[in-house]
């Protein structure tokens, strides 16, 4: 069964991209998995005309260990070099897939 979602909801100037995930066969680090999960919320973005750099008001990590945290933070900075979005990091029980350390989702405001 399939998640029923769409990637991102555009209403007027606003954006909401639902939580991405960045499992991968290879690389099950959570700066990689951080990495894929931005990179796919990147791809809402662009979809919606914008980046998240550019657009990105407000995120939620969603972690399944805090001792990640500064793994996630490492590859998280590296998506916002400059007025990083506000943000709440929240460590869950478990994520919809298995091995899954990081869930992201994010809201914007489109230039």
């Known amino acids: 069964m399939s998640a029923t979602l769409t990637p991102g909801i555009r209403v007027g100037n606003m954006l909401w991209a639902s939580g991405q995930l960045g499992t991968s066969p290879t690389d099950t680090t959570i700066a990689g998995q951080t990495t894929r999960s931005l990179e796919n919320t990147e791809k809402v973005f662009k979809a919606a005309g914008t980046t998240l750099a550019a657009a990105a ?55």
């Open 57 to 111: 008001t407000k995120c939620t990590v969603f972690l399944t260990d805090v001792k990640d945290f500064q793994g996630m933070n490492s590859a998280y900075t590296k998506f916002f070099p400059s007025n990083p979005p506000a943000r709440s990091t929240v460590v869950v029980a478990a994520l919809v897939v298995p091995n899954a350390k990081v869930e992201i989702e994010c809201q914007g405001v489109i230039p």
